[in-house]
């Protein structure tokens, strides 16, 4: 578990620019996707270490080890919640049982209907990063991207994608649903990278 008296101060951890909004607004893209659990699946595909894609099914996913995290969320739309409690599978561990080949850099995260968010492979695999499955010690919400949600707390939420159903490691960088329209390929908060024409060379694919 994770111990909240080792916190900074909660006004120390807030960006450049955003601010606490009362409650917890919750923004998404699309309609909510409806669960079936008996047909779900998570792929990990694209550049494995095995050259075969691994698949999880929902009894075998909830089965994976489970680590809790805390955690703030910045939106890009500038109000961030703070101190937020999330459960799941850590990369780590997906990393660990569906290893990238050496080769692999970046990470695409797939959600249903085709909405995706890349991310580097370093981002990725940093400790606090999550396929999340409850929040504050409840099961998500499904607004809020039941049954899984990536939760990558360090760089803006966009990155974070609801209703996960593939991760796709990846020897190229390309960008994501938002990032085609004009967001940040990185996406770091603490540098109020929020929007595509902000980046310096090598921030992006060529």
């Given at each position: 578990?994770?111990?909240?008296?080792?916190?900074?101060?909660?006004?120390?951890?807030l960006p450049p620019g955003q601010?606490?909004?009362?409650?917890?607004?919750?923004?998404?893209?699309?309609?909510?996707?409806?669960?079936?659990?008996?047909?779900?699946?998570?792929?990990?595909?694209?550049?494995?270490?095995?050259?075969?894609?691994?698949?999880?099914?929902?009894?075998?996913?909830?089965?994976?080890?489970?680590?809790?995290?805390?955690?703030?969320?910045?939106?890009?739309?500038?109000?961030?919640?703070?101190?937020?409690?999330?459960?799941?599978?850590?990369?780590?561990?997906?990393?660990?049982?569906?290893?990238?080949?050496?080769?692999a850099g970046h990470v695409m995260?797939?959600?249903?209907?085709?909405?995706?968010?890349?991310?580097?492979?370093?981002?990725?695999?940093?400790?606090?990063?999550?396929?999340?499955?409850?929040?504050?010690?409840?099961?998500?919400?499904?607004?809020?991207?039941?049954?899984?949600?990536?939760?990558?707390?360090?760089?803006?939420?966009?990155?974070?994608?609801?209703?996960?159903?593939?991760?796709?490691?990846?020897?190229?960088?390309?960008?994501?649903?938002?990032?085609?329209?004009?967001?940040?390929?990185?996406?770091?908060?603490?540098?109020?990278?929020?929007?595509?024409?902000?980046?310096?060379?090598?921030?992006?694919?060529?």
């Open positions: 578990m994770v111990d909240r008296t080792q916190d900074p101060l909660e006004e120390d951890r601010y606490v909004p009362r409650g917890r607004p919750v923004i998404h893209y699309g309609r909510v996707p409806t669960f079936r659990p008996a047909t779900w699946e998570l792929q990990v595909m694209g550049a494995t270490a095995s050259g075969e894609p691994h698949r999880f099914s929902w009894e075998r996913f909830s089965e994976l080890p489970r680590t809790t995290v805390l955690a703030d969320f910045h939106c890009v739309t500038k109000f961030s919640i703070m101190g937020n409690e999330w459960s799941g599978v850590s990369a780590a561990t997906l990393l660990e049982i569906a290893p990238p080949a050496p080769a995260i797939w959600g249903e209907y085709g909405y995706s968010a890349n991310v580097r492979m370093s981002d990725f695999a940093r400790e606090h990063t999550l396929l999340a499955t409850e929040l504050d010690g409840k099961p998500l919400s499904p607004e809020r991207g039941y049954p899984v949600r990536a939760v990558v707390p360090h760089l803006y939420a966009w990155k974070s994608v609801k209703w996960v159903r593939a991760v796709e490691y990846m020897v190229e960088d390309r960008r994501g649903f938002w990032e085609e329209r004009g967001y940040h390929n990185i996406a770091d908060p603490w540098r109020e990278q929020r929007y595509s024409y902000q980046e310096e060379p090598g921030e992006g694919p060529p």
